[in-house]
């Protein structure tokens, strides 16, 4: 992993930025598509037959659905097949083995074979932006994509493949023909690539060792030793997931293209309603502009968007992976949004903001813990030892760990909130903003490499999504 940091950093992107703007302006998107595949298939080469399969039935059925608008029945049959056989791939490769494992548990007498399938990288972000195409040309909210190198590009862009946002074509349809990169845009994508690097290799992964390190040492940690590890488990999926998609986001900012924002200092939130309108926004848009409105949304009666509700977060659980824990995280938030939508926001807009920042941080934190262990003893045992089981305070063992890195630990606070961006608004005077900018770059790609080539942890917490 960390040698393939290296190749990405030092020759795999200065290549293709280098073939990309030497391409004249017409073969951009060609150059660009062909650079994904090579980029995707890196690690997997049989499965960029996949995702063209998935490119080539959307866009077959954004031929058709063109073609035969005006036949109602023909063009709702071409629509759902589209929508099977996509739900259909990203089913048997993601769920398959947790489907049969279920089966084999409930039903143990029939012997069902559980099939090991490898997953995809990137399976769930290429199958719901495919999605996006085929459902908006089918509510012609959208035009059809008639250039299959256009709309293969669109599918397999390398700087969001992997770990979103998800890219919905409506957003980008425009720009996928007539972007005009510019310097100013480019030199921006640098600085929000390498902040998203920095997020991720100096906050995510020393975040990610201590959390390893308190949860290896089990009863040794004790009730503070658990909430401290739970806390950098908080921290580390936060830069982890956020520094990444501020990487994709620079990336696409250096190839002409602009992406929607995918975080907004989810922590900073005075409610579970708010953290979900900061966190993985694009996740939370498409399911709403894609499930849940067309469900009928909050029109219906207060019992039917219950329901709604419930239908949305079960789906955004099940969506982040094939394991019950993931599906108990996602009912988990779906109660807690429901009760807020009854009746906890108008109690919390009554009481002073602490009181929902501490309310909202809690069951934040919590909720990490259902997302962490697939394992359901584990997570018992561990949410035991969060409230004294094991005893309150950490071992002699855990103390010194810990206290090593609460320095790392408020660095981590302090960046999860606007508090620097702030300050930096507030500085007027433009060399003073130039030369932050450039030391900020410089200092950061330094840190970052010599962080990448002193450790050899540095996981990607998103592959299974």
């Not at 949860?215 to 940690?221: D, H, I, L, V, Y």
């Not at 099940?318 to 108990?328: K, P």
């Not at 939508?341 to 259902?370: E, R, S």
Request: hydrophobic share 50%.
């Amino acid at each position: 992993m960390v040698f393939s940091s290296f190749i990405f950093l030092f020759g795999f992107l200065p290549v293709v930025l280098a073939l990309y703007y030497i391409t004249p302006r017409r073969f951009r998107n060609l150059t660009l598509f062909v650079v994904d595949l090579v980029f995707y298939s890196w690690g997997e080469p049989m499965l960029v037959l996949l995702m063209m399969v998935s490119v080539l039935i959307n866009y077959i059925a954004g031929i058709l659905l063109g073609a035969r608008r005006q036949k109602k029945s023909l063009s709702r049959f071409i629509f759902v097949t589209a929508i099977i056989l996509n739900l259909g791939l990203l089913g048997f490769f993601k769920y398959v083995g947790f489907i049969g494992e279920t089966l084999q548990f409930v039903l143990p007498f029939l012997n069902i074979p559980i099939l090991e399938v490898s997953l995809p990288i990137g399976i769930s972000f290429y199958t719901f932006q495919t999605m996006s195409y085929t459902i908006d040309v089918y509510r012609n909210a959208v035009k059809v994509q008639k250039n299959f190198i256009d709309f293969g590009t669109y599918v397999s862009l390398f700087p969001q493949l992997i770990a979103g946002p998800i890219v919905r074509y409506a957003d980008v349809a425009e720009q996928l023909v007539h972007r005009r990169e510019n310097l100013q845009q480019f030199t921006d994508g640098v600085k929000l690539f390498l902040i998203g690097l920095a997020k991720k290799v100096l906050l995510a992964n020393q975040m990610g060792i201590l959390w390893d390190s308190i949860r290896k040492s089990g009863e040794a940690s004790g009730a503070l030793g658990a909430w401290v590890g739970i806390i950098a488990y908080t921290f580390q999926i936060y830069f982890d997931f956020s520094g990444y998609s501020d990487m994709a986001i620079g990336l696409g900012k250096m190839f002409g293209f602009e992406f929607v924002k995918n975080f907004d200092y989810p922590y900073i939130s005075k409610s579970i309603t708010e953290f979900w309108r900061r966190w993985h926004i694009s996740l939370g848009t498409w399911f709403r502009e894609y499930v849940y409105i067309p469900l009928g949304g909050n029109r219906k009666g207060l019992g039917r968007q219950i329901i709604n509700m419930s239908v949305v977060w079960f789906l955004t659980g099940l969506w982040h992976g094939a394991s019950w824990n993931f599906i108990l995280w996602g009912v988990y938030f779906g109660i807690l949004l429901i009760i807020e939508k009854t009746f906890m926001l108008k109690v919390l807009k009554k009481l002073p903001a602490i009181f929902g920042h501490i309310y909202a941080l809690i069951f934040i934190v919590l909720g990490w813990v259902l997302f962490y262990f697939e394992d359901m003893n584990e997570m018992g045992s561990f949410v035991a030892r969060l409230f004294g089981a094991d005893g309150w305070m950490m071992s002699s063992d855990v103390t010194p760990t810990v206290l090593a890195y609460v320095p790392l630990l408020v660095i981590a606070l302090l960046v999860s909130t606007p508090l620097f961006t702030t300050i930096y608004h507030k500085i007027k005077w433009q060399p003073m903003q130039l030369m932050i900018d450039n030391v900020g770059c410089v200092l950061s790609l330094l840190l970052c490499t010599a962080s990448l080539a002193s450790s050899s942890y540095n996981p990607f917490l998103y592959f299974k999504f």
